[in-house]
């Protein structure tokens, strides 16, 4: 293993010395210095995210067009060009759409903390399969939350913008968290900018409170690209802007849409953003005022609404989205009625929208009509979501169960069978003061292949 600067001098300088060379991290990765290992390997696995750091490069776009037009390469197009492309921008070019593998899983972070960069950067596409039992999540903590302070952005003369206030309370939110708390996990902070990061790091090596709770935190104040391919179990993130933010600072946030993403994406369990909500909300650098709201909106869901179904009636009620609603759930809802067993339809649990939602005290079950055309695809993509869902609903509390469609066409007293030794069971163990009250829960009964329900 050797970075792409090393090899010389370590490595024969032979055509195909190496069967396979596999370049990480090549979306920071220029062409030009990675040309020398592509000439030892006789094939190469580029592996890397065009929606993160980039090369930094020094040299101008037009310089560029003027030294490949002088060494007679501006034929081979844009595409080799050193400032505009990476080493990956380059190989998916070069490649096969069905030689592209996309890596979707996402196990590092809680739901909440990657949600906006998959819909804002990656179009939906990760499915987040993060066991968030595994994390270390401070107590009481969640995912996302914002600390409103407005500060001052200044830049000293030869500086980089920074903003006290924000600085200040950062380091007042690192007590609360180590000092106070004595939370066990490891901690970072990052800022998109050099001299904020500076500015908290010295901040915290005076703060001799803080520097005796550190312990095995493994704090790290840095700037994005310190972060990149790093992670922490909580995350602070000093945004810098506000109302006074010279027209500099805000270009550079700008025009650096990666780079924000890195920033928000590199905890686990807990980002905490520290800055002026409202000026961030409102400003033009569009991925940050979009994030703003985000947060605004899941602090505002961030309780589970009680679930109290009362008496709907026996005809499925009007929903938000009827068009997700399929005929058998329809026939489902109604059958549970007149078995006795009261639902609610399409109750929202995090990202989630659940078919049938039944509560026994604080049980809660989620009932699912599957139809086959639905989760027989292709790629198996929508069977492998549903078992990702299931799990963090399992995680959350809830049992589960799923029917397949012709289980409801078919055998509808049978599936209604199932529900009712489901309530009945939970009913007995519950006491009775308890029963009046519309909590919730869910039992899981899996297959390889599907979920289904058996006797």
């Not at 592996?47 to 980039?54: A, S, Y």
């Not at 509390?397 to 078919?410: A, E, K, L």
Request: glycine share 6%; net charge neutral; proline share 4%.
């Amino acid at each position: 293993a050797v970075t792409n600067l090393s090899a010389r001098g370590r490595i024969p300088l032979e055509p195909g010395f190496f069967d396979l060379l596999i370049v990480d991290e090549a979306s920071q990765c220029d062409i030009a210095s990675v040309l020398p290992l592509l000439y030892r390997c006789k094939r190469a696995a580029i592996i890397g995210d065009p929606k993160q750091l980039r090369h930094i490069t020094q040299i101008a776009s037009r310089v560029n067009q003027q030294l490949m037009q002088e060494h007679d390469v501006a034929s081979l197009g844009e595409r080799w060009s050193y400032t505009g492309n990476s080493l990956f921008d380059l190989a998916a070019s070069l490649t096969e759409s069905g030689d592209v593998i996309s890596l979707r899983d996402h196990h590092r972070s809680r739901n909440e903390i990657i949600e906006f960069s998959n819909r804002h950067f990656y179009e939906g596409r990760l499915r987040v399969a993060t066991r968030e039992s595994d994390l270390r999540v401070p107590a009481g903590a969640p995912a996302v939350r914002w600390v409103h302070i407005a500060g001052n952005v200044v830049r000293p003369a030869g500086g980089g913008a920074l903003n006290r206030q924000e600085a200040r309370a950062v380091v007042q939110e690192l007590e609360r968290l180590l000092a106070e708390q004595r939370y066990d996990g490891t901690v970072g902070v990052v800022s998109p900018f050099r001299a904020q990061a500076n500015l908290i790091r010295d901040m915290v090596n005076q703060n001799d409170r803080l520097l005796g709770a550190l312990g095995q935190s493994e704090l790290l104040i840095e700037t994005v690209y310190r972060f990149q391919g790093d992670e922490r179990d909580v995350m602070l993130f000093s945004p810098v802007l506000s109302r006074d933010t010279p027209r500099t600072a805000a270009g550079f946030l700008r025009g650096n849409p990666n780079t924000f993403n890195v920033a928000i994406t590199r905890a686990r369990a807990a980002l905490v953003v520290v800055g002026d909500h409202r000026a961030c909300a409102t400003c033009d650098v569009e991925h940050l005022a979009s994030f703003a709201r985000y947060v605004e909106d899941s602090e505002r869901k961030q309780f589970e609404p009680r679930i109290d179904p009362g008496d709907l009636g026996r005809d499925y009620p009007p929903v938000s989205n009827p068009e997700r609603v399929s005929e058998w759930e329809r026939r489902l809802y109604t059958a549970l009625y007149d078995a006795g067993v009261r639902c609610m339809p399409q109750y929202s649990v995090e990202r989630y929208s659940l078919d049938l939602a039944v509560a026994v005290g604080e049980r809660r079950l989620d009932i699912e009509v599957d139809g086959e055309r639905y989760h027989r695809s292709w790629n198996g993509e929508l069977a492998l979501r549903d078992q990702i869902r299931n799990r963090r609903l399992i995680e959350l509390g809830w049992d589960v169960m799923r029917f397949w469609v012709y289980q409801v066409r078919d055998d509808l007293p049978r599936c209604i069978k199932r529900v009712q030794r489901w309530v009945d069971t939970v009913a007995a163990a519950t006491p009775t003061p308890a029963r009046e009250d519309a909590g919730w829960r869910v039992d899981l009964v899996e297959t390889s292949a599907k979920i289904g329900i058996e006797d």
